[in-house]
């Protein structure tokens, strides 16, 4: 059986969006008819961990069905390393995709799954903030003038994976969380991040907007890929379908569009 394809959500940067988008990744995908196991490495937070601790609740509690993961947990403490590759492994052997999550910081265990990753997403807000991460602009004509922490992780990884079995981690920048109206900030943040995207190779995708369906689908474990007639523990609106859209677009983005397609809902 071939070996599961391992994506990784990352980004030394809190507050990115790499829950949301792990989330969304793995429900669409598994709506899509693929087995995924999951492993949420931000061990504090556990955001990941809780949502599909909340969706098993709430399914439970209504009598609904929806897709679910193999989950995997990595306990916070010592020989965190070796508990991570031990899941990867087993986690590998038994799914189609493996979806990791990782923290706002730079940790031995994130770097482990960076280097493992056949694929590495990562969000960025609208803001010269999140790109200092990636890229240093210089600060009087704002031209990108070298890679920054995060772009030197990744660059580290790839290195690391090419060297072992010599195959290149694919690398998606998101621009996740974009405001609703165009600015002349964006403009110019989407001038840098295309500059730095040809100096160190990553791709630029389309992440999810600061929608709020998406936080209050939360607390039930639910994306807009499980609404349906069956599930629908909010008030459907036309603005679930741009939602819905905005998942697509999404998993085609990183190449996952195979399995982007989830059941239609009413309001479509």
């Known amino acids: 059986m071939p070996q599961a394809s391992v994506i990784v959500v990352g980004n030394e940067k809190g507050g990115a969006g790499k829950s949301t988008i792990a989330i969304h990744t793995a429900v669409a995908l598994l709506h899509g008819g693929a087995r995924v196991a999951v492993i ?3 061990l504090r937070q556990q955001s990941m961990a809780h949502f599909f601790a909340n969706r098993r609740a709430w399914l439970a509690a209504n009598g609904a069905q929806a897709p679910m993961p193999a989950e995997y947990a990595v306990a916070v403490g010592e ?14 052997e038994t799914a189609d995709f493996v979806l990791i999550d990782t923290p706002g910081s ?5 770097r482990a799954a960076h280097a493992r990753a056949d694929l590495i ?10 790109f200092d991460m990636l890229g240093v ?3 009087v004509t704002l031209e990108v003038t070298r890679h920054s922490l995060y772009a030197d992780t990744v660059w ?13 981690i694919d690398w998606v920048v998101l621009r996740n969380r974009l405001a609703p109206t165009e600015a002349r900030n964006r403009k110019r943040l989407d001038e840098r991040v295309q500059a730095l995207s040809r100096k160190v190779g990553f791709r630029v995708g389309p992440g ?35 939602a819905r859209q905005e998942l697509r677009a999404l998993m085609s983005a990183l190449g996952l569009s195979g399995f982007a397609e989830v059941e239609s809902i009413a309001a479509e």
């Open 156 to 168: 580290d990884c790839r290195k690391q994976r090419a060297a072992v079995d010599r195959k290149m």
């Open 79 to 92: 020989d965190a390393d070796r508990r991570f590759a031990d899941a990867f492994a087993e986690a590998r």
């Open 121 to 130: 997403v990562t969000p960025m807000n609208d803001s010269f903030v999140d």
């Open 137 to 139: 602009v210089d600060p």
């Open 106 to 110: 730079d940790t031995a265990v994130s």
């Open 208 to 242: 999810l907007r600061d929608r709020v369906i998406y936080r209050e689908l939360f607390p039930f474990g639910l994306t807009i890929a499980d609404l349906s007639p069956a599930i629908r523990p909010v008030a459907m609106s036309l603005q679930h379908v741009a």
């Open 40 to 42: 949420d490495l931000d």
